[in-house]
């Protein structure tokens, strides 16, 4: 064995003629010295990756304690949850690690892996998968390094160091354009009679998201005022159990950034439905006597409960393919309600940034810039000084509020979300 000096370790001949690189990085909790060891063809392999070790040991890129495989690490943060990672996020991160990195570096200690091993399977994902996937694969694994950092199992993230996947020119992209004024004006005469006829409306009148849409409550109306108060996001997650199984649980949670939570004013035909709408959530209510769950939210299921965003996405994609509506994702109706504002006066682009619940507006423009089509109004707007005496044409104005809704109630049965 070829040692050098007190804690450099040394390199001595392995099994089978390999030659073992071995270095100290610390003690275990029994005070017994730990060890790093890699093996080699050669000596001289061997002594250099030596020097390797106890360079990164020096610089904390290789830390003392249990060496956890990446896939229990993971596992074990999707158990106990995270303060960094919201618990949907959390659970979207575990289901595309399971797919697509746990059967190549699950098994490996978390503090073993690389950079190279980690940009390997990034190219060997990308023939397969579009740079969409492989991203959302880049940002998990990364968001898993940051916390193990934090928690002191790994001293570095190599997935900083990674490439990040380029866009191929035939990547299609998982954003549709919005729907413009006459595609939304279709899509809600095509909902109407539907459950999803208010819940939609109320999406594309104020721009919600669809947590906040799902996570409103009876008690966040202001029927006086004619406002509705953002103050949570909810959904459901999957939560795994010690026994290994999996329950799907309905969670509530604050949003995700203190501008998020915000006071909207609805117009006077958006409360009128509201109130046709409460009327038959009463009847229901009443209808179901013990059996209603009494959750307090305005949008429920068959008995009351939260309802299921994923049942709610089939069904809003569903009707409209049964209508013949372009299908957009349900966030896209939220581009929409930007996009048609902003293209009608962009000077009301800090108003529209504010009920998005956006912290700047340099953030709607950088989402809404070309949807939006803010740079036609500028060139619009210099046609108008350079032909002066041109004849000009304006657009359609908006239609004026219509006047209230009879509060005249028929139950539909049509407005609880069931399969």
Request: overall charge positive; glycine content about 8%.
């Amino acid at each position: 064995m070829t040692i050098g000096s007190k804690g450099l370790g040394g390199v001595y001949k392995g099994p089978k003629g390999t030659w073992i690189a071995k270095v100290p990085v610390g003690k275990y909790p029994n005070g017994k010295t730990q060890y790093v060891k890699e093996s080699y063809r050669t000596k001289s392999e061997a002594i250099s990756a030596r020097a390797e070790l106890i360079r990164r040991r020096e610089s904390l890129e290789i830390i003392a304690g249990p060496r956890v495989s990446l896939q229990d690490w993971c596992e074990e943060i999707w158990r106990n949850g995270s303060d960094r990672i919201s618990e949907r996020t959390l659970d979207g991160y575990y289901r595309t690690l399971k797919k697509h990195v746990f059967p190549v570096l699950g098994h490996k200690a978390l503090r073993d892996i690389t950079t190279s091993d980690i940009q390997g399977l990034l190219h060997k994902l990308r023939y397969d998968y579009q740079a969409n996937t492989v991203k959302n694969v880049r940002v998990a694994l990364s968001k898993m390094f940051t916390v193990a950092i934090a928690h002191n199992r790994v001293k570095i993230n190599p997935v900083r160091g990674t490439e990040k996947p380029v866009k191929g020119e035939y990547d299609p992209t998982p954003v549709q354009l919005p729907w413009s004024e006459s595609e939304a004006a279709d899509a809600m005469k095509a909902l109407e009679g539907t459950k999803l006829y208010v819940p939609m409306l109320l999406m594309l009148s104020s721009g919600l998201r669809l947590g906040e849409l799902l996570a409103l409550k009876w008690d966040d109306i202001d029927w006086d005022s004619h406002t509705i108060s953002v103050s949570r996001t909810g959904s459901h997650v999957t939560i795994l159990q010690p026994d290994g199984s999996t329950i799907y649980e309905w969670q509530e949670r604050r949003p995700k950034t203190r501008t998020s939570r915000r006071t909207l004013q609805l117009s006077s035909p958006m409360i009128d439905e509201l109130r046709v709408y409460q009327a038959e959530y009463e009847i229901a209510a009443s209808a179901f006597g013990e059996q209603w769950q009494g959750s307090g939210y305005v949008f429920v299921n068959e008995v009351g409960g939260p309802v299921d965003s994923s049942r709610f996405r089939k069904q809003f994609k569903r009707q409209l393919a049964k209508n013949g509506i372009r299908h957009i994702r349900l966030h896209d109706v939220r581009h929409t309600f930007a996009t048609i504002l902003i293209e009608k006066n962009g000077g009301m682009l800090p108003a529209v940034s504010k009920a998005l619940g956006h912290s700047t507006v340099s953030i709607t423009m950088d989402v809404y810039a070309q949807t939006a089509k803010i740079d036609q109004q500028a060139t619009l707007a210099m046609g108008d000084v350079v032909f002066p005496d041109r004849k000009k044409v304006s657009p359609t104005p908006l239609a004026s509020p219509s006047e209230p809704l009879p509060l005249v109630v028929e139950p539909s049965h049509n407005w609880v979300f069931k399969d």
